[in-house]
């Protein structure tokens, strides 16, 4: 009967937190169920930045929901697009706005939407940089162009990424390492919109010295990790010799 009772509770508990979930989401998906469903699949859901922190309002009053007084600021216009994500993507927009892309944007020209998606952004990387994307405006060329030449530190900076996991698995301290990284790769990428290949390839000399560096320090916490692994393996195969002598001795002792 305890235990009976006890799953009746649990599953009580459990309908209450999945209808308070749903109480805290239904003032937005009232009215915008399509949308969350993309908003699901983005980089800004998967970290915590929700309808309210880009849109304004109370999120969780239907009253104050769409309250300027509460700040709401609704869906933006084509050309307040830059300052509405630049709000918090600053040093993009500050990139953007001095491209041909933003130049063009009173005639047509593409906002961060035209490439990033209004509610279903991915993770930045370069691979947005594709034939499909770019020539649905233009040729593929300069992009193409663009693209080849961040492409190696692209790579490195994601091989790097790897590497201060593994190290952070084994035990060291790799927040600065990834604070730096972290701060290199938003710099790497807010290239990507100032489209000019001149100064890309010119930034990209400045931004491959960073992971050099980070190259040099991470690979000196790997050298220091064989090490100990080195030795804790030797420290083993002395104790195993040590047990095997002790055990010879003492069979040695006692048969005579």
């Given at each position: 009967m305890k235990?009976?009772?006890?799953?009746?509770?649990?599953?009580?508990?459990?309908?209450?937190?999945?209808?308070?979930?749903?109480?805290?989401?239904?003032v937005?998906?009232?009215?915008h169920?399509?949308?969350?469903k993309?908003?699901?699949?983005?980089?800004?859901?998967?970290?915590?930045?929700?309808?309210?922190?880009?849109?304004?309002?109370?999120?969780?009053?239907?009253?104050?929901?769409?309250?300027?007084?509460?700040?709401?600021?609704?869906?933006?216009?084509?050309?307040?697009?830059?300052?509405?994500?630049?709000?918090?993507?600053?040093?993009?927009?500050?990139?953007?706005?001095?491209s041909?892309?933003?130049?063009?944007?009173?005639?047509?020209g593409?906002?961060?939407?035209?490439?990033?998606?209004?509610?279903?952004?991915k993770?930045a990387?370069?691979?947005?940089?594709?034939?499909?994307?770019?020539?649905?405006?233009?040729?593929?060329?300069?992009?193409?162009?663009?693209?080849?030449?961040m492409?190696?530190?692209?790579?490195?900076?994601?091989?790097?990424?790897?590497?201060?996991?593994?190290?952070?698995?084994?035990?060291?301290?790799?927040r600065?390492?990834?604070?730096?990284?972290f701060?290199?790769?938003?710099?790497?990428?807010?290239?990507?919109?100032?489209v000019d290949?001149?100064?890309?390839?010119k930034?990209?000399?400045?931004?491959?010295?960073e992971?050099?560096?980070l190259?040099t320090?991470?690979?000196?916490?790997?050298?220091?990790?064989?090490?100990?692994?080195?030795?804790?393996?030797?420290?083993?195969i002395f104790?195993?010799i040590?047990?095997?002598?002790?055990?010879?001795?003492?069979?040695t002792?006692?048969s005579?």
């Amino acid at each position: 009967m305890k235990k009976c009772l006890r799953t009746f509770f649990a599953f009580c508990l459990l309908l209450f937190a999945s209808s308070t979930t749903l109480a805290q989401e239904s003032v937005c998906l009232t009215c915008h169920e399509d949308i969350a469903k993309d908003w699901r699949q983005s980089i800004h859901a998967a970290n915590g930045i929700s309808c309210n922190n880009c849109h304004g309002g109370d999120p969780k009053n239907l009253d104050n929901a769409m309250d300027p007084k509460m700040g709401f600021v609704g869906k933006p216009s084509e050309m307040e697009v830059p300052a509405f994500c630049g709000k918090c993507h600053v040093g993009v927009k500050e990139n953007y706005t001095k491209s041909a892309h933003s130049i063009n944007l009173v005639r047509g020209g593409p906002s961060c939407v035209t490439c990033h998606t209004a509610h279903k952004q991915k993770r930045a990387a370069i691979s947005l940089i594709s034939e499909d994307l770019c020539a649905s405006c233009h040729s593929f060329e300069r992009a193409e162009k663009i693209k080849n030449s961040m492409l190696m530190s692209e790579t490195e900076i994601t091989g790097l990424e790897k590497r201060l996991e593994a190290l952070r698995i084994q035990g060291y301290d790799v927040r600065p390492s990834k604070k730096l990284l972290f701060a290199t790769r938003n710099q790497f990428h807010r290239l990507t919109h100032v489209v000019d290949v001149d100064l890309i390839l010119k930034e990209t000399t400045g931004i491959q010295s960073e992971i050099e560096r980070l190259k040099t320090e991470i690979s000196g916490n790997e050298a220091t990790e064989i090490k100990r692994k080195i030795f804790g393996a030797i420290f083993i195969i002395f104790l195993l010799i040590g047990a095997v002598i002790f055990w010879w001795y003492r069979n040695t002792i006692l048969s005579e």
